[in-house]
């Protein structure tokens, strides 16, 4: 059997065009960055902690998450001493996050060690463009507090 080289050239395109899904580069990976707008609905800076002359107050934060289920916390904190003045400080905080339909858990997901002392995993609501977790300080988790983040970049 001869095929014609038009024919021939026909079947090597069929044969490209019914590979493209395979050839084409895979969907890039993508990041996200919140931006904290709000603690309970108050605008920042607010006040998160205040006693015994004490205030911790935070002035912004951000949560990124990656693709490959990582989260990253940075909060700037405004810390008011009554008998030491105040200072600034920003704490970063590498976890892992596991989302469920809208919902994300962030935290470690191995375990406490014995004799260790562990938070526990944060919960909360992600959208396209907010994120909403909540954080309890008080020994009855029964009224958390709510950060709410916007989606300010993806990347």
């Not at 960055?33 to 002035?59: H, K, W």
């Not at 405004?78 to 809208?102: C, F, I, M, P, W």
Request: glycine residues 8%; proline residues 6%; charged residues 10%.
């Amino acid at each position: 059997m001869h095929l014609s080289c038009q024919n021939f050239c026909l079947i090597l395109l069929c044969a490209t065009f019914g590979c493209r899904d395979a050839i084409e580069p895979s969907p890039k990976p993508v990041s996200r960055l919140f931006v904290l707008q709000s603690v309970d609905n108050r605008p920042l800076p607010t006040i998160i902690s205040a006693g015994a002359g004490d205030t911790t107050q935070v002035l912004w934060s951000t949560v990124t998450l990656d693709s490959t289920g990582q989260a990253v916390t940075v909060h700037h904190l405004s810390h008011a001493y009554l008998q030491y003045g105040s200072e600034e400080n920003t704490y970063t905080l590498r976890q892992q996050y596991r989302l469920k339909a809208d919902s994300i858990e962030i935290g470690g997901f191995g375990g406490c060690p014995p004799g260790a002392m562990c938070v526990g995993n944060l919960h909360g609501k992600l959208t396209d463009s907010t994120l909403a977790i909540a954080e309890f300080y008080n020994p009855y988790p029964t009224n958390p507090i709510i950060y709410l983040y916007h989606l300010v970049q993806t990347y």
